[in-house]
Protein backbone atom coordinates (compact mmCIF):
# COMPACT_ATOMS: atom_id res chain seq x y z
CA UNK A 1 0.00 0.00 0.00
CA UNK A 2 1.21 3.50 -0.97
CA UNK A 3 -0.07 6.84 0.11
CA UNK A 4 1.38 9.28 -2.29
CA UNK A 5 1.07 12.82 -0.27
CA UNK A 6 1.55 16.57 -2.05
CA UNK A 7 0.21 19.61 -2.40
CA UNK A 8 2.43 21.49 0.37
CA UNK A 9 4.38 24.75 -1.06
CA UNK A 10 4.78 27.98 0.44
CA UNK A 11 2.23 30.52 1.06
CA UNK A 12 1.51 33.74 2.86
CA UNK A 13 -0.80 33.88 6.13
CA UNK A 14 -4.24 34.25 5.36
CA UNK A 15 -3.49 31.87 1.98
CA UNK A 16 -4.82 28.55 1.13
CA UNK A 17 -3.40 25.21 -0.06
CA UNK A 18 -5.21 21.76 -0.68
CA UNK A 19 -3.25 18.89 -0.15
CA UNK A 20 -3.93 15.33 -1.64
CA UNK A 21 -3.13 11.97 -0.66
CA UNK A 22 -3.83 9.34 -3.32
CA UNK A 23 -3.84 5.61 -2.44
CA UNK A 24 -2.53 3.12 -4.31
CA UNK A 25 -5.59 0.89 -3.77
CA UNK A 26 -9.16 1.72 -3.20
CA UNK A 27 -9.69 3.63 -0.02
CA UNK A 28 -12.73 1.93 0.97
CA UNK A 29 -10.14 -0.71 2.10
CA UNK A 30 -9.57 2.01 5.15
CA UNK A 31 -11.34 2.67 7.99
CA UNK A 32 -10.25 6.48 7.86
CA UNK A 33 -7.60 8.45 6.30
CA UNK A 34 -6.26 11.00 8.18
CA UNK A 35 -3.75 14.10 8.04
CA UNK A 36 -1.15 15.00 10.37
CA UNK A 37 1.18 17.49 11.06
CA UNK A 38 4.62 17.87 12.69
CA UNK A 39 6.52 21.12 13.30
CA UNK A 40 10.13 20.96 14.01
CA UNK A 41 10.54 20.32 17.75
CA UNK A 42 7.14 19.16 18.48
CA UNK A 43 5.01 15.62 18.22
CA UNK A 44 3.15 14.81 15.65
CA UNK A 45 -0.32 16.01 15.70
CA UNK A 46 -3.70 14.99 14.47
CA UNK A 47 -5.09 17.35 12.36
CA UNK A 48 -8.29 15.34 10.63
CA UNK A 49 -9.79 12.35 9.55
CA UNK A 50 -12.42 10.78 7.21
CA UNK A 51 -13.86 7.75 7.93
CA UNK A 52 -15.38 5.34 4.91
CA UNK A 53 -18.89 6.58 5.95
CA UNK A 54 -17.41 10.01 5.49
CA UNK A 55 -17.79 11.33 8.84
CA UNK A 56 -15.54 13.79 9.80
CA UNK A 57 -13.00 14.84 12.43
CA UNK A 58 -11.08 17.89 13.26
CA UNK A 59 -8.35 19.00 15.66
CA UNK A 60 -9.77 22.58 17.24
CA UNK A 61 -7.16 24.11 15.39
CA UNK A 62 -8.29 22.94 12.03
CA UNK A 63 -11.81 23.76 12.81
CA UNK A 64 -13.62 26.09 10.58
CA UNK A 65 -10.65 26.45 8.30
CA UNK A 66 -9.47 23.46 6.93
CA UNK A 67 -11.49 20.96 5.37
CA UNK A 68 -11.13 17.17 4.94
CA UNK A 69 -12.90 15.26 1.53
CA UNK A 70 -12.45 12.37 -0.32
CA UNK A 71 -12.81 11.50 -3.79
CA UNK A 72 -13.47 7.59 -3.84
CA UNK A 73 -13.04 7.11 -7.77
CA UNK A 74 -9.48 8.81 -7.52
CA UNK A 75 -8.84 6.92 -4.24
CA UNK A 76 -7.80 9.82 -2.89
CA UNK A 77 -8.18 12.03 0.32
CA UNK A 78 -7.70 16.06 0.29
CA UNK A 79 -7.15 18.30 3.04
CA UNK A 80 -8.40 21.90 1.51
CA UNK A 81 -6.58 24.37 4.07
CA UNK A 82 -7.77 28.50 4.15
CA UNK A 83 -6.64 31.23 6.17
CA UNK A 84 -3.78 29.78 7.04
CA UNK A 85 -1.53 30.75 9.87
CA UNK A 86 2.19 30.81 10.48
CA UNK A 87 1.88 28.15 13.62
CA UNK A 88 0.34 25.97 10.63
CA UNK A 89 3.82 25.47 9.34
CA UNK A 90 4.93 21.83 9.55
CA UNK A 91 5.32 18.68 7.86
CA UNK A 92 1.79 17.35 6.53
CA UNK A 93 1.12 13.22 6.83
CA UNK A 94 -1.64 10.94 5.28
CA UNK A 95 -2.44 8.24 7.20
CA UNK A 96 -5.06 5.26 6.37
CA UNK A 97 -5.80 2.65 8.66
CA UNK A 98 -6.58 -0.88 6.91
CA UNK A 99 -10.18 -2.17 7.84
CA UNK A 100 -8.75 -5.78 7.59
CA UNK A 101 -6.01 -5.95 9.75
CA UNK A 102 -6.05 -2.22 11.68
CA UNK A 103 -2.28 -1.69 9.95
CA UNK A 104 -1.26 1.95 9.55
CA UNK A 105 -0.15 3.37 6.23
CA UNK A 106 2.11 6.55 6.00
CA UNK A 107 2.47 8.95 3.18
CA UNK A 108 5.94 10.65 2.79
CA UNK A 109 5.08 13.77 4.29
CA UNK A 110 4.79 17.32 1.94
CA UNK A 111 6.33 20.62 3.61
CA UNK A 112 3.46 23.80 4.19
CA UNK A 113 5.32 26.50 5.58
CA UNK A 114 3.22 29.66 6.09
CA UNK A 115 5.12 32.85 6.42
CA UNK A 116 5.01 36.74 4.88
Known amino acids: VLLQASGGGSVQPGGSLRLSCAAS????????VGWYRQAPGKERELVAT???????NYADSAKGRFTISRDNAKNTVYLQMNSLKPDDTAVYYC???????????WGQGTQVTVSS
Open 50 to 56: IASSSAT
Open 95 to 105: KATSRYNLQDY
Open 25 to 32: ISIFSFNA
